[in-house]
């Protein structure tokens, strides 16, 4: 398996790719093309055997970053395609500048949030409601360099 940087052309294929991923998403390709097109956003790619399988797409501010998704279609999870593409992202957020990264995950996301606390994500708050009634997110950081956040491999 192989990660890859989106590039233009590819906006398609990460709409489709994300409403695989998250059929409620409204994310279109104009959206992708903006994040793709951003000097400000990273879209990452992973494919296996050529076939995209996954995605991931951060966007930063001065010295912070969010990650606004990530995922993975469900024939390829449990693979490690969501930690690799965490790990280049964050490697490429951290050789950016970036000093701390922040994410909303579904409070009953039990996957994800181990995928996360294992790359060195501290639980940090909770948000309301943020996946609709009844749905809270918790909002986790990770700051590289710190101790608690060292090699996410």
């Known amino acids: 398996m192989s990660v890859r940087t989106a590039r233009p052309g590819d906006e398609g294929l990460l709409s489709r790719l994300h409403h695989a991923v998250f059929e409620t998403s409204v994310w279109d390709e104009k959206f992708w093309y903006n994040s793709i ?8 790619i ?22 606004l998704t990530l995922g993975v279609i469900a024939i390829e999870r449990r693979q490690g395609h969501a930690r690799l593409l965490l790990e280049e992202a964050l490697k490429g957020l951290e ?31 909770q948000r309301k409601d943020y996946y609709g009634s009844g749905r809270p997110a918790l909002i986790m950081e990770w700051c590289p360099g710190l101790p608690e956040h060292h090699d996410t491999a």
Do not use: H, M, W
């Open 46 to 67: 992973a494919e296996a055997s050529g076939t995209p399988g996954g995605l991931i797409a951060t966007r930063q501010i001065l010295d912070e970053a969010e990650i």
């Open 95 to 125: 050789a950016s500048g970036v000093t701390r990264v922040f994410l909303e995950v579904a409070t009953d996301n039990d996957p994800a949030i181990q995928l996360y606390a294992g790359a060195g994500f501290s639980n940090v708050g």
């Open 37 to 44: 097109t951003d000097d400000s956003s990273l879209v990452l």
